[in-house]
């Protein structure tokens, strides 16, 4: 448990937060003050807040924040991160990407969108719920880490590990990452699709083009393994999810010799999969037609994340009918885009994702409009209001 000193911002403003965070520079693996920031304006508040440090060797030592106000179940969960990624070349920006400034009604820099806008936003919905005499039939608590961008080891991972070891459940969970395309209100995420990448090495042996009896060519049998992965689709899709597709991402020889039968081919795969695989099946999937095809081979594999859904039901109606009150607009519910930390969440909790506009995530110059901000603010409260009548 830490203590912190009285934030110089309001927690019930969400500019004022987002600026106080943006102008932390939290290039991960950097926290760069902005769990502190957070810290400041919950702990007033009542949240008991815990700073976690997890290391591992080979990796960056980084920064967590767990912060809770109550001690009652239900326990809802606002999760996400205040790492960013690099702003990159600087001449490319208008603007300095961490200096938080308001142009034309909208706030600039890294991290805007993607994700301390939201964070700011939950804050101050949490604040104003708080200030109000709001009183959470349960417990509210963030979620907070500085390792999502990038190898994300020491993170949300690793949270959730304490939390277990601790015996804290949560009992639903909404991350803040920006899942609208065009407008806010456009596109709950309520699972994601999984992605595992697969190494294959295919084995011959080392001999003189003009003499071919006395090698043995990887390379037809390597083709032919790579023609009958890609013959037929994985699947035509699920109820929630769009197909699984399988790209070969590279073909690698390196053989410099017009004269040399060379010893190895290999290739690199990456499937983006939905429910209806998991990494196992996926790689009998691939050993059954490699396999056929025969010869001797190698096959490594990394998985990134599972693939997961939270099916429609009470948390994604209540996040929907928040954002419909708010927006006027009723979000699509999409499994659509590349993974985040839910991925992690999901095996404690139902997770769904919901946050700001994506347009200009990772992007130089990105912003949020300031009236989305506001009103993410008012989404984010209307969950609070509702949530423990319709997840307790
Ligand atoms: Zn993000």
């Known amino acids: 448990m830490t203590t912190a000193a009285a934030p110089s911002f309001d927690p019930c ?7 106080a965070l943006i102008r932390c520079p939290s290039v991960t693996p950097e926290d760069g003050g902005a769990l502190g920031v957070l810290e400041a304006a919950l702990a007033p508040l009542g949240f008991v807040c815990h700073r976690l440090r997890f290391e591992e060797e080979g990796t960056a030592p980084v920064d967590n924040l767990y912060a809770r106000l109550g001690t009652e179940g239900p326990n809802f969960c606002f999760a996400g991160h205040t790492d960013v990624v690099p702003p990159g070349e600087l001449k490319g920006w208008s603007i300095d990407p961490f200096a938080a400034e308001i142009h034309n009604g909208r706030l600039y820099g890294r991290g805007a969108v993607d994700m301390k806008g939201a964070i700011a936003a939950f804050v101050a919905a949490a604040a104003r ?7 959470p039939k349960g417990s509210i608590s963030l979620l907070i880490t500085g390792d999502e961008e990038g190898v994300a080891i020491n993170g949300t991972r690793k949270v959730l590990d304490w939390l277990q070891a601790k015996g804290e459940t949560l009992d639903a969970c909404v991350v803040g990452e920006p899942t609208n395309p065009k407008a806010l209100g456009d ?10 990448t697969a190494f294959l090495t295919v084995h011959g042996a080392q001999g ?3 003499y071919p009896h006395l090698a043995d060519n990887p390379l037809p049998r390597l083709a032919r393994m790579l023609a009958a992965i890609t013959a037929e689709p994985l699947d035509a899709g699920t109820p929630h999810f769009q197909p699984s597709n399988l790209e070969l991402t590279t073909i690698d020889v390196g053989n410099p010799a017009h004269n040399v039968i060379p010893a190895q081919g290999k290739a690199t795969l990456n499937i983006r999969f939905n429910d209806l695989h998991t990494a196992d099946t996926l790689l009998a999937w691939l ?6 095809v025969g010869g001797s081979y190698e096959l490594d594999h990394f998985v990134s994340g599972d693939s997961f859904l939270t099916p429609p039901g009470p948390l994604t109606e209540l996040v929907a009918d928040a954002a419909e009150r708010v927006t006027g607009r009723r979000p699509e519910y999409s499994t659509t885009g590349g993974t985040s930390d839910a991925r ?7 997770v769904v994702e919901f946050g700001l506009v994506g347009q200009t995530m990772h992007k130089v110059d990105e912003h ?19 949530v423990f009548d319709r997840i307790g």
């Open 13 to 19: 403003d969400p500019v004022g937060v987002a600026q």
């Open 129 to 135: 719920f708080v200030k109000e005499g709001g009183t």
């Open 187 to 196: 596109m709950i995420k309520i699972g994601r699709r999984g992605s595992m």
């Open 208 to 210: 003189h083009v003009a």
């Open 287 to 292: 050993r059954e037609r490699l396999d056929r």
């Open 344 to 350: 992690f969440i999901k095996n404690f909790c139902p």
């Open 368 to 386: 949020t409009a300031l009236d989305d901000l506001t009103r993410l603010t008012d989404i984010y409260g209307e969950v609070l209001r509702n």
